[in-house]
């Protein structure tokens, strides 16, 4: 499912990733000095189904580390033609010592995002270099999209500062163009004059963007100025009307197929749980016999392919998928539809302006008085669980009667789990070594099965001990067994024997345990609470559960073992519970925190950090093993 944004930057298909002007460097808050955009005027006029843009852009480079940020990088496709570009160099006095035109763009034409094997959109790029500094870069280019359905937002978050920012959009009085700004101050100018209406915006001092740990969706769309057009035509396909219910019908036209509606109604299943049972079976047929795959070709981006040619080819995008999906769920007598969203990581839909902002699609069914989603983009996901960056997000539901507003199921912190029984054997000069079994559930099991995948031998060996130990350089993994890989419907399960190189700590000879060592103490530990004005996103509801069982002649030559108070306290996104028991024989420490929301709002980020300070220190509390 492609994504549109005008102006700046241009994000396409799936689940796409960013490419534009601007965006090669990170960290802002480090390089922000190294260079400043003067200017940027972004100018658009709409003229029936078709705007042109023209962009206007003056970089500042002062180092070597912010030549990145004059780069250039503009997509072109059948759609969205480049009709022009022009650039220029101007060293410290002013002085124009370079001049570019669209003939010394670098132009790469049919690679797209990882799961497409070919996209007819091109990527024209430039980058510039110049070896005394500072230098300024001016560059300026028109942008003609064929279709309004194409208008989709004006980005202006930045890495380095904007000086001057000016977004002017005209349009005809009798057109009906709709836009809403986010996290910009001030209100638009609106004038109107011979049959045109023109909204300016004017900016003025814009800082950089801060890179800040655990935003929520709503906060990561950044500052922009959101357009949709009331009407327009794509290709064949005309829409007017824009409300989520036109939305759903749009999609339902663009997806239409005479394959999926040749036959007599499917007779419904006899229960719920036979549909349920019927709808699983159906899902993982998908997602066991089709590849994840895109050749994305004119509209291609938002129309699925026939079902036809989805059977015959057994590959396509998240759209494809869905659409043969749902026409296996319809055959079968279970109610089902595609569903439109913004997966997570890229943002969040504002559900009270109607546009065409997303980036996936996948699938609801109806069975008995419930909805089961599946996303059958995600082969490692078990039937009923998304991807976590489809958890909890807003998707438009394109039922037969129009689109519908509904809420993807966020996961309960029980259904994504690591649960480790850790085996200590403890000697009596403090030497120890370890068994420990874990398993995985839910996004856990999901993010693990996807990340060894493709990986040989001597990188999944890496892998499986960073899984486990991290840098912990006193531990070494020295064999380990996996099961359930294959079994999406089970957790995984790991098993480790670890070495470790050093013994316990010993002060005036009692030694030190720390029973929850394997356990990161610093748990989010590192987002920002003092000046942080968004709220804390989890990412989604999990649960730790470590079990940590101590045997050996530790035990046996050791006078008097003290073990720290069992523990409990919550929080109203976590609660967490320590609890140990002793005898001669054997220790016992358990540990379980579970976060039970998903979002931590900003009034309550004073008790995050405490809650993330008395983690840290039941984390560190030891086991004590006294002399005789």
């Given at each position: 499912m492609k994504r549109s944004v005008v102006g700046w930057w241009l994000t396409v298909a799936c689940v796409a990733g960013i490419v534009g002007l601007g965006s090669v460097l990170s960290r802002a808050e480090e390089i922000s000095a190294t260079a400043t955009i003067d200017s940027m005027v972004w100018d658009c006029r709409v003229d029936g189904n078709r705007a042109v843009t023209r962009i206007y852009e003056k970089v500042m480079v002062m180092k070597p580390a912010g030549a990145g940020f004059a780069s250039v990088g503009i997509w072109s496709s059948p759609l969205i033609s480049l009709n022009s570009f022009n650039a220029r160099m101007l060293d410290a006095s002013g002085k124009v010592v370079f001049k570019y035109g669209k003939g010394?763009?670098?132009?790469?034409?049919?690679?797209?995002?990882?799961?497409?094997?070919?996209?007819?959109?091109?990527?024209?790029?430039?980058?510039?270099?110049?070896?005394?500094?500072?230098?300024?870069?001016e560059t300026s280019w028109e942008e003609e999209f064929k279709s309004l359905y194409l208008l989709g937002s004006v980005d202006l978050d930045r890495e380095i500062p904007v000086r001057t920012a000016m977004v002017r959009l005209s349009f005809p009085v009798n057109q009906h163009i709709?836009?809403?700004?986010?996290?910009?101050?001030?209100?638009?100018?609106?004038?109107?004059?011979?049959?045109?209406?023109?909204?300016?915006?004017?900016?003025?001092?814009?800082?950089?963007?801060?890179?800040?740990?655990?935003?929520?969706?709503?906060?990561?769309?950044?500052?922009?100025?959101?357009?949709?057009?009331?009407?327009?035509?794509?290709?064949?396909?005309?829409?007017?009307?824009?409300?989520?219910?036109?939305?759903?019908?749009?999609?339902?036209?663009?997806?239409?197929?005479?394959?999926?509606?040749?036959?007599?109604?499917?007779?419904?299943?006899?229960?719920?749980?036979?549909?349920?049972?019927?709808?699983?079976?159906?899902?993982?047929?998908?997602?066991?016999?089709?590849?994840?795959?895109?050749?994305?070709?004119?509209?291609?981006?938002?129309?699925?392919?026939?079902?036809?040619?989805?059977?015959?080819?057994?590959?396509?995008?998240?759209?494809?998928?869905?659409?043969?999906?749902?026409?296996?769920?319809?055959?079968?007598?279970?109610?089902?539809?595609?569903?439109?969203?913004?997966?997570?990581?890229?943002?969040?839909?504002?559900?009270?302006?109607?546009?065409?902002?997303?980036?996936?699609?996948?699938?609801?069914?109806?069975?008995?008085?419930?909805?089961v989603w599946y996303d059958p983009t995600c082969t490692h996901c078990p039937p009923g669980q998304m991807r976590s960056d489809d958890d909890g997000v807003v998707a438009v539901v394109a039922t037969d009667t129009g689109g519908v507003l509904a809420r993807v199921p966020l996961s309960e912190p029980q259904s994504s789990r690591i649960v480790r029984r850790i085996e200590v054997t403890a000697d009596s000069a403090g030497r120890l070594s370890l068994k420990v079994h874990a398993a995985a559930s839910g996004h856990f099991a999901t993010s693990l099965r996807g990340s060894i995948e493709h990986k040989d031998k001597k990188e999944l060996d890496q892998y499986m001990s960073d899984w486990l130990i991290g840098s912990r350089a006193q531990l070494k993994v020295t064999n380990y067994s996996l099961a359930n890989i294959?079994?999406?419907?089970?957790?995984?399960?790991?098993?480790?024997?670890?070495?470790?190189?050093?013994?316990?700590?010993?002060?005036?000879?009692?030694?030190?345990?720390?029973?929850?060592?394997?356990?990161?103490?610093n748990v989010y530990g590192e987002v920002e609470t003092e000046k942080r004005e968004t709220d804390i996103w989890l990412g989604f509801k999990w649960e730790l559960c470590d079990t940590i069982i101590v045997r050996g002649s530790l035990l046996n030559s050791a006078g008097q073992v003290t073990t720290p108070q069992d523990t409990v306290f919550s929080y109203p996104w976590a609660r967490v519970a320590a609890n140990y028991a002793a005898t001669d024989s054997v220790i016992t420490a358990a540990l379980t925190v579970t976060y039970t929301a998903d979002v931590v709002p900003v009034a309550a980020l004073g008790d995050f950090k405490s809650f993330v300070g008395r983690r840290r220190w039941l984390v560190d509390q030891p086991i004590k093993f006294m002399p005789k």
């Amino acid at each position: 499912m492609k994504r549109s944004v005008v102006g700046w930057w241009l994000t396409v298909a799936c689940v796409a990733g960013i490419v534009g002007l601007g965006s090669v460097l990170s960290r802002a808050e480090e390089i922000s000095a190294t260079a400043t955009i003067d200017s940027m005027v972004w100018d658009c006029r709409v003229d029936g189904n078709r705007a042109v843009t023209r962009i206007y852009e003056k970089v500042m480079v002062m180092k070597p580390a912010g030549a990145g940020f004059a780069s250039v990088g503009i997509w072109s496709s059948p759609l969205i033609s480049l009709n022009s570009f022009n650039a220029r160099m101007l060293d410290a006095s002013g002085k124009v010592v370079f001049k570019y035109g669209k003939g010394d763009l670098l132009k790469i034409c049919g690679f797209g995002e990882g799961f497409e094997v070919y996209t007819d959109e091109c990527l024209n790029s430039l980058d510039f270099a110049y070896p005394k500094y500072p230098y300024t870069i001016e560059t300026s280019w028109e942008e003609e999209f064929k279709s309004l359905y194409l208008l989709g937002s004006v980005d202006l978050d930045r890495e380095i500062p904007v000086r001057t920012a000016m977004v002017r959009l005209s349009f005809p009085v009798n057109q009906h163009i709709r836009y809403r700004q986010y996290q910009l101050p001030g209100e638009p100018e609106i004038l109107e004059k011979g049959g045109e209406r023109v909204v300016t915006w004017r900016f003025a001092d814009l800082p950089p963007v801060k890179d800040i740990a655990y935003t929520p969706p709503e906060s990561k769309n950044g500052r922009h100025i959101a357009l949709a057009a009331e009407e327009f035509a794509l290709e064949k396909f005309s829409f007017a009307g824009l409300t989520w219910k036109n939305v759903g019908l749009f999609q339902r036209k663009l997806g239409e197929d005479p394959d999926s509606l040749s036959g007599p109604a499917a007779t419904a299943p006899a229960s719920a749980v036979e549909a349920r049972r019927i709808a699983d079976s159906l899902y993982r047929d998908v997602i066991d016999n089709t590849r994840y795959v895109a050749a994305s070709v004119g509209i291609g981006g938002w129309q699925p392919h026939r079902l036809a040619y989805i059977k015959q080819r057994l590959y396509g995008d998240c759209k494809d998928l869905t659409a043969l999906l749902v026409s296996k769920l319809r055959t079968n007598g279970i109610t089902a539809y595609p569903c439109l969203l913004l997966t997570n990581d890229q943002g969040a839909t504002d559900t009270s302006f109607v546009n065409f902002w997303f980036n996936h699609v996948i699938t609801m069914a109806m069975i008995g008085n419930d909805t089961v989603w599946y996303d059958p983009t995600c082969t490692h996901c078990p039937p009923g669980q998304m991807r976590s960056d489809d958890d909890g997000v807003v998707a438009v539901v394109a039922t037969d009667t129009g689109g519908v507003l509904a809420r993807v199921p966020l996961s309960e912190p029980q259904s994504s789990r690591i649960v480790r029984r850790i085996e200590v054997t403890a000697d009596s000069a403090g030497r120890l070594s370890l068994k420990v079994h874990a398993a995985a559930s839910g996004h856990f099991a999901t993010s693990l099965r996807g990340s060894i995948e493709h990986k040989d031998k001597k990188e999944l060996d890496q892998y499986m001990s960073d899984w486990l130990i991290g840098s912990r350089a006193q531990l070494k993994v020295t064999n380990y067994s996996l099961a359930n890989i294959d079994d999406i419907t089970k957790p995984v399960q790991i098993d480790y024997t670890v070495a470790c190189s050093q013994p316990m700590d010993m002060i005036n000879r009692t030694r030190y345990f720390l029973p929850f060592f394997l356990t990161s103490r610093n748990v989010y530990g590192e987002v920002e609470t003092e000046k942080r004005e968004t709220d804390i996103w989890l990412g989604f509801k999990w649960e730790l559960c470590d079990t940590i069982i101590v045997r050996g002649s530790l035990l046996n030559s050791a006078g008097q073992v003290t073990t720290p108070q069992d523990t409990v306290f919550s929080y109203p996104w976590a609660r967490v519970a320590a609890n140990y028991a002793a005898t001669d024989s054997v220790i016992t420490a358990a540990l379980t925190v579970t976060y039970t929301a998903d979002v931590v709002p900003v009034a309550a980020l004073g008790d995050f950090k405490s809650f993330v300070g008395r983690r840290r220190w039941l984390v560190d509390q030891p086991i004590k093993f006294m002399p005789k």
